[in-house]
């Protein structure tokens, strides 16, 4: 019997744009409303189900059964499969929101979703934090509220950073037992995230300031934020996907 393999793979490359985030909620949080009516252009932008790329490939490779050799060689060196799997995707698109800002029960916008506002972008800001923990997915010091003009619509747009990308190698070895006639007992060993690769998930996209200073100092009269404090958990990957995990099994087959 030849070695003979069979390996399947696919891409794709996709766009997917709305001004609701098409499956009901946004990152965890709201966002599923519209801001404004009247424009529904300053909500347009990625949903939550675009995902730019999505790569799958697996591959099965079955070894000789060695029919020809001694018993010995036959049972422990032949009939095996080797069986592998790779998923590679970019991050789902992550939309910032204000959070519950001290003191404005209607939030910044005045319209009471407070769940839905956006802050302002800081211009020249990558998305992404750069050294610190590896937890810290955003740069806090992307958006602002600083300046902020009450009763106004923040420019940070929706689906406007991408979250953490996936990749994940999974890895099988089955061999293949003659234990009679017409009975064959499979012994497998399977390796899910080979490689132990942590894959983000959960990453908090609420700045939720602590404190917010209004340049009155009242709500009832102010026009402006002048400054505000993030929530410490602002931009941090509150969740992991699985490690790597190992299992055994025997399958009898009759």
């Not at 030849?2 to 001004?19: A, E, M, Q």
């Not at 902020?148 to 953490?164: A, H, K």
């Not at 890895?171 to 132990?196: P, W």
Request: hydrophobic share 35%; aromatic share 10%.
């Amino acid at each position: 019997m030849p070695v003979w393999f069979r390996s399947v793979g696919s891409y794709t490359f996709s766009r997917s744009i709305g001004d609701v985030s098409l499956i009901g909620g946004e990152n965890g949080v709201g966002g599923s409303a519209v801001s404004l009516l009247e424009n529904r252009g300053i909500d347009r932008g990625r949903t939550s189900t675009d995902r730019t790329h999505i790569f799958n490939a697996s591959l099965v490779l079955a070894l000789p059964a060695l029919e020809d050799h001694p018993t010995a060689v036959r049972q422990i060196l032949g009939d095996w499969e080797i069986g592998t799997i790779a998923q590679a995707s970019s991050g789902r698109p992550l939309t910032i929101f204000t959070g519950r800002i001290p003191g404005l029960v209607n939030g910044v916008s005045g319209t009471g979703l407070t769940s839905n506002a956006r802050p302002n972008r800081v211009e020249g800001q990558s998305c992404y934090a750069s050294g610190g923990s590896p937890e810290q997915f955003l740069n806090a010091n992307a958006w602002t509220l600083t300046g902020f003009q009450l009763g106004t619509f923040g420019n940070s747009g929706r689906g406007i950073c991408d979250g953490p990308n996936f990749f994940q190698v999974d890895l099988a070895f089955y061999k293949n037992i003659k234990t009679g006639s017409r009975v064959k007992m499979q012994v497998r060993f399977e390796v899910f995230n080979v490689f132990n690769r942590v894959n983000f998930i959960g990453v908090s996209t609420n700045l939720s300031p602590t404190s917010a200073t209004l340049n009155t100092g009242n709500a009832a009269t102010a026009t402006q934020i002048t400054a505000f404090t993030p929530s410490g958990n602002f931009g941090v990957a509150t969740a992991t996907r699985d490690p790597r995990q190992a299992q055994f099994g025997i399958k009898l087959m009759f």
